[in-house]
């Protein structure tokens, strides 16, 4: 039956009873294999090790897995005023808005549950509570963000140094995530202020800016309805834009060389021109290898290390409908270009390389050393699934300059044709340097003649 008041395209359908519980479970399974267990620990403890404050939230929890954290129970209230400056935004609408938002979440409430990998302890009531406080404290977070007039001078998160993006960095980590959706019918049903002209995926999108690359008008129109959480939102942000080079024989896994050797192989490295790309959205074109900016910052490997996590989580390839591990891919392609301080100065010259002022030049090759040990599980390549690059280091590989022409049979290790290109080189300057002896001695003979011609002119004149 359609419905003619409001919006023309609105069908609504009357369920017969009968069918009520077949639909039901048919949702419920739908629901299971879109979105079951999206939220979880990191999977290798090897590696959570490594770097633990990469992965667990030293400021605020976010959802179950550490909400009991002592080292979290101070920013507690601070989440509960927020909530309370959300849904009172209104005057005499407070109880109104609270009933709404604990009826929307009662509904929600198993579904939520489905996201978590790790069973959830919580009785439904408690874990409504956490859903609606967390949802709550981020979306309040995202308007006093975005909106200065919201701010007070007293408030610890915003005049406190450095701990809002210590929050930041808390709200991007797998293990500290809500579910997407339920954020959104928070949104829908609390008090917005009307000067507020964004929905809560803009306001997401301009609360992590300072972590995203690229173009963020294009990253809200195409990413806005496929974010299962705020770290899959952010990761969206990252995929690449352009088409995927296919692979023609055996995928490598890298570049032949680092920078300097490409460079020195007759390949060219660029900074991307156009600057609405994405950090993923390298070219190779006529022996020109155009790689998007990137930008070293101090929350880097916390961002990168998560995206990672995230890739490897069993749900990825079902939640995302793709098996490629996109920055697992880009950090050994990274590592594959940067194998030393060196070749990190020399990208950094070329633009394709920045650091904050906090960050240090030289650390730029630990940084993805340690990425590449996290994206291949210590050193595993077989555990790196479809290497997003292949097909483009093929290319890259196969390519043949006048420098260093390459045959099937040398096209071996990349030490045998560095000595190769070498060898050439030798060979070059042996053959060219007999008609650079004739050429200066054609000069040493023309000018002798000019002098002399001029000194004969000037004696007869003198004479005469």
């Known amino acids: 039956m359609e419905n003619n008041i409001g919006d023309r395209n609105h069908v609504s359908i009357e369920i017969t009873p009968i069918y009520e519980r077949l639909v039901s479970s048919i949702r419920g399974t739908m629901e299971r294999a879109a979105s079951e267990g999206c939220i979880c620990k990191v999977s290798c403890e090897e590696i959570r090790r490594e770097n633990l404050k990469a992965y667990v939230p030293d400021k605020v929890s976010i959802g179950p897995i550490h909400r009991n954290d002592e080292v979290l129970k101070a920013m507690e209230d601070q989440k509960w005023r927020y909530l309370y400056a959300l849904v009172n935004r209104k005057p005499n609408q407070l109880e109104e808005s609270l009933n709404a938002c604990v009826d929307a979440l009662m509904g929600l409430e198993p579904k939520a549950r489905l996201f978590y990998k790790e069973d959830v302890s919580l009785h439904r009531d408690e874990f409504v509570k956490m859903m609606l406080v967390d949802g709550g404290f981020i979306i309040e977070l995202f308007l006093k963000s975005t909106m200065k007039g919201l701010k007070r001078r007293n408030d610890p998160i915003f005049s406190t140094p450095g701990l809002l993006w210590r929050i930041r960095c808390n709200l991007i980590m797998l293990e500290n995530q809500l579910p997407f959706f339920i954020l959104q019918e928070i949104f829908r049903i609390v008090p917005i202020p009307k000067q507020c002209k964004y929905s809560i995926t803009d306001l997401a999108l301009v609360f992590f800016k300072s972590m995203i690359p690229g173009d963020h008008q294009l990253h809200k129109e195409k990413y806005s309805q496929e974010s299962n959480h705020l770290l899959d939102l952010v990761y969206h942000c990252y995929l690449p834009t352009i088409p995927r080079i296919?692979?023609?024989?055996?995928?490598?896994?890298?570049?032949?060389?680092?920078?300097?050797?490409?460079?020195?192989?007759?390949?060219?490295?660029?900074?991307?021109?156009?600057?609405?790309?994405?950090?993923?959205?390298?070219?190779f074109n006529k022996g020109v290898l155009e790689i998007p900016t990137i930008h070293i910052h101090h929350f880097t490997e916390i961002l990168f290390r998560n995206f990672i996590a995230f890739e490897q989580c069993p749900c990825h390839d079902n939640i995302n409908s793709l098996s490629v591990r996109y920055i697992s891919s880009y950090v050994v392609l990274m590592k594959s270009l940067i194998d030393s301080d060196k070749e990190a100065k020399f990208l950094d010259q070329q633009d394709i390389l920045l650091t904050d002022d906090n960050v240090d030049e030289k650390d730029v090759h630990q940084l993805f050393e340690r990425l590449s040990r996290s994206a291949l599980k210590n050193s595993n390549i077989d555990e790196l699934k479809d290497f997003y690059f292949d097909g483009l280091c093929e290319q890259v590989n196969r390519y043949k300059t006048w420098r260093c022409w390459k045959t099937k049979k040398s096209s071996g290790s990349s030490s045998s044709s560095s000595s190769n290109c070498q060898t050439t080189r030798k060979k070059k300057k042996k053959e060219d340097a007999p008609w650079t002896l004739l050429f200066v001695a054609a000069i040493l003979l023309l000018a002798l003649t000019f002098f002399g011609t001029l000194f004969s002119i000037l004696s007869f004149f003198l004479r005469h």
Request: without cysteine.
């Open 246 to 283: 296919q692979v023609k024989e055996n995928p490598p896994y890298g570049f032949r060389g680092p920078a300097t050797y490409l460079k020195e192989s007759g390949i060219k490295l660029s900074r991307a021109r156009r600057r609405v790309e994405n950090l993923l959205d390298i070219k």
